[in-house]
C-alpha cells in the first residue's frame, strides 16, 4: 500500500482547524469570503484524513490486542485488521486523488462552442446533434444552458452555436469534450445510402469573471453592424450585432441578439473566456513535460471520438474505450461513462507521475 506523506496531512488538518476557529471567531468581511471557500475546499480532504487516522489508531490497539497471547482476543483483533486494512486501502486512495493538484478553473461554468467542420451539411446537423447531447446532459446535472450566438445550418443544425452552461463542476466533466469528434452515417441527405463521415469541433471554456482576466478599454475596439437572421419575423433591421476585436492578439468575437447591450455583454463574456484559455495554453505549453500523462491535450484539432451510427458504437480514442451505447449517449444518458472513465485515466497518469 502506498504510503501517505504524514507532514502533509497533519498541515492539511491544522489549517482547516485554524480557519474553522477564524469563521467561528467573526472573520473580517474582506476575508470571510475567502475562508470559507478555503473552508469548502478542504472539507473533503480532512474528513477523510481524520477517518485515515482514526483508522490507523484502530489498526495500532488491535495490532497490540494481536501480540496479547489469548487467543480469542488474538481472533477478533486478526479480523479487525483485516477489515481497517480495507478501509486504510480506499481511504488512502482517495487522499492521494485528493492532493492531486486541483485544475482552478474545475468549479467554473463554462462557455461552449460547437462548429460544423468537414463534411458540408451534415456536419452542420451533427454539430447540432452534439449540442443538443451536451444540453440533455447539463439538464440531467442541473445545470443550466443558454444559447449565446448560433448560425444555423440550411438543412438543419448548425454551422455554429455558442452556449454558456452554468453550474458548479461544469468545466471539470466538460474539459474533456474539446477537440475533433467525427461521425460514420448515412446523412439524410444522401439517397443512394451510402456511409459518409464527417465532423465538428467543440471547444469547452470556462467562464471568467472581471477578475480573473484584465482586459484593458485601449486594447479593444468594438464595431456594431447590421444582424442577419433567418428571415421574415426574424431578421433584425438594427444596427445591434456587435463585434469586439481584441488588438493584442487578434481575437474576434461577435454576437447578434436583438439587444446591442446584451451583446456586447456577452461578447465580452467569450473573450474572456477564450483569453483565459490561451493564457493558460500558454502555461500549459511551458510545462508540456508534466502533460504528458494526461489525457487529450484540449486542442481543437485533436480528433477525440467518433460515432459510429450503423454498428452504434462510439469510440473515445484517447483511451480506446467503445460503447455500444450510441443512442444512450447521444440523449447524454450515457456521457458519463466516457467521462468518467477520461478522469479515472488522467488521475492515474498524475498518480504514477507523482510516484516517478
Do not use: C
Request: negative net charge.
Amino acid at each position: 500500500m502506498p504510503t501517505l506523506p504524514q507532514d502533509k496531512l497533519d498541515a492539511l488538518e491544522t489549517r482547516f482547524d485554524y480557519i474553522e476557529a477564524a469563521l467561528a471567531g467573526g472573520a473580517a468581511p474582506d476575508e470571510l469570503a475567502r475562508l470559507s471557500k478555503e473552508h469548502s475546499d478542504l472539507t473533503e480532504i480532512v474528513g477523510a484524513i481524520r477517518a485515515y487516522n482514526k483508522a490507523l489508531k484502530d489498526r495500532a490497539e488491535a495490532a497490540a490486542l494481536l501480540r496479547s497471547g489469548e487467543r480469542e482476543l488474538a481472533e477478533m483483533a486478526q479480523a479487525e485488521i483485516e477489515t481497517l486494512d480495507e478501509q486504510l486501502e480506499t481511504l488512502t486512495h482517495a487522499i492521494r486523488l485528493l492532493l492531486l493538484p486541483r485544475d482552478a478553473a474545475d468549479d467554473k461554468s463554462v462557455i461552449l462552442e460547437i462548429r460544423g467542420g468537414t463534411g458540408g451539411d451534415e456536419a452542420a446537423l451533427f454539430a447540432g446533434d452534439l449540442f443538443r447531447m451536451y444540453e440533455r446532459y447539463a439538464a440531467g446535472r442541473g445545470w443550466k444552458v443558454s444559447v449565446m450566438e448560433e448560425s444555423p445550418g440550411e438543412m438543419g443544425g448548425f454551422k455554429e452555436i455558442i452556449a454558456n452552461v452554468s453550474g458548479k463542476g461544469a468545466y471539470a466533466r466538460l474539459k474533456y469534450e474539446s477537440g475533433v469528434h467525427r461521425v460514420q452515417r448515412v446523412p439524410a441527405t444522401e439517397g443512394s445510402g451510402r456511409i459518409h463521415t464527417s465532423a465538428a469541433t467543440v471547444a469547452v471554456l470556462p467562464e471568467v469573471e472581471d477578475i480573473d482576466i484584465d482586459i484593458r478599454a485601449e486594447d479593444i475596439r468594438i464595431d456594431t453592424m447590421r444582424s442577419s437572421g433567418a428571415g421574415g419575423q426574424h431578421v433584425n433591421t438594427t444596427d445591434s450585432a456587435v463585434r469586439i476585436t481584441h488588438l493584442p492578439t487578434g481575437i474576434v468575437v461577435t454576437s447578434a441578439l436583438k439587444s446591442q447591450h446584451q451583446n456586447r455583454a456577452q461578447a465580452m463574456v467569450v473573450l474572456r473566456a477564450r483569453l483565459y484559455e490561451q493564457q493558460r495554453a500558454e502555461r500549459d505549453n511551458a510545462r508540456s513535460a508534466e502533460r504528458k500523462g494526461q489525457v487529450g491535450s484540449g486542442d481543437r484539432s485533436e480528433r477525440i471520438r467518433t460515432y459510429n451510427f450503423p454498428q452504434g458504437r462510439v469510440t473515445d480514442h484517447r483511451i480506446n474505450l467503445t460503447l455500444y451505447k450510441l443512442d444512450k449517449v447521444m440523449t447524454g444518458e450515457a456521457l458519463d461513462e466516457l467521462i468518467e472513465a477520461l478522469i479515472t485515466e488522467n488521475q492515474a497518469a498524475q498518480l504514477a507521475a507523482m510516484e516517478q
